[in-house]
């Protein structure tokens, strides 16, 4: 099946650094990416949508200047921490649906982020 | 506001049995829904999916039931085995035009030995 991966699998910094998260999609092209964040024992929440070739979509409540989102080619996406404080410390997934709308998404094995 | 499975409840079962993890979902606009597979550290992984003009759908050793009249949606897996073990998440899309999804709270599924 479709594969998504993601790099770094696991982050420590130090608070106010920078975290880059990389997500691509590996044998499929994919004109839109979503990121989710998920807390220890609780469900994935949508953060954004990435939109190759345009501006991402924030979701309510998720700060568009902290997590900033580029969307370089049909297989990546990257997801940018600025300024990174503990409770940004959290596990963060992207996905990629495979071809056309509502078809299946397939999601990434997910970073691990610890902000000292 | 819209909600998809408020509940995070532990289902355990005998390893050899059948298992059945429910779902609730509030917006009766969704005709799109997916059961993903959550093991411990890793992302989800795509189960089983089912739209809205069908009510079951059958898989490998897995079932979706969906009652679109009480807003239901069920995962049945059958002879239950110790890798089955993980958290399980009902989501749902209610817009033809996104590919945005909502997750419910999940179930975590035990299999005893």
């Known amino acids: 099946g479709a594969v998504v991966s993601q790099h770094p699998s696991r982050v420590i910094c130090k608070s106010g650094t920078s975290v880059k998260i990389e997500c691509r999609s590996l044998d499929f092209q994919a004109t839109t990416m979503f990121w989710y964040r998920q807390f220890p024992k609780q469900s994935l929440m949508l953060m954004a949508t990435s939109n190759e070739g345009s501006k991402a979509t924030y979701e309510q409540g998720v700060e568009k200047d902290k997590f900033l989102i580029n969307h370089a080619s049909l297989t990546l996406s990257t997801l940018t921490v600025t300024s990174a404080h503990p409770e940004d410390s959290s596990f963060y997934i992207c996905?990629?649906?495979?071809?056309?709308?509502?078809?299946?998404?397939?999601f990434g094995p997910g970073t691990r982020l610890l902000v000292l | 506001g819209e909600s998809v499975g408020l509940h995070l409840p532990t289902l355990s079962v005998q390893e050899g049995d059948n298992s059945i993890i429910n779902c609730a979902y509030s917006n009766s606009a969704s005709d799109y829904f997916i059961w993903y597979k959550q093991e411990s550290g890793k992302g989800p992984q795509f189960i089983i999916d089912?739209?809205?003009?069908?009510d079951k759908r059958q898989g490998q050793r897995v079932t979706v039931l969906l009652n679109k009249t009480v807003k239901h949606l069920s995962l049945q897996i059958a002879a239950t085995q110790p890798g089955d073990s993980a958290v399980y998440f009902c989501a749902e899309n209610k817009s033809w035009s996104s590919y945005k999804l909502i997750f419910g709270s999940g179930t975590r599924l035990l299999v005893r030995p």
């Open positions: 996905s990629a649906p495979l071809g056309g709308p509502r078809e299946t998404q397939y």
């Open positions: 089912i739209r809205s003009n069908m």
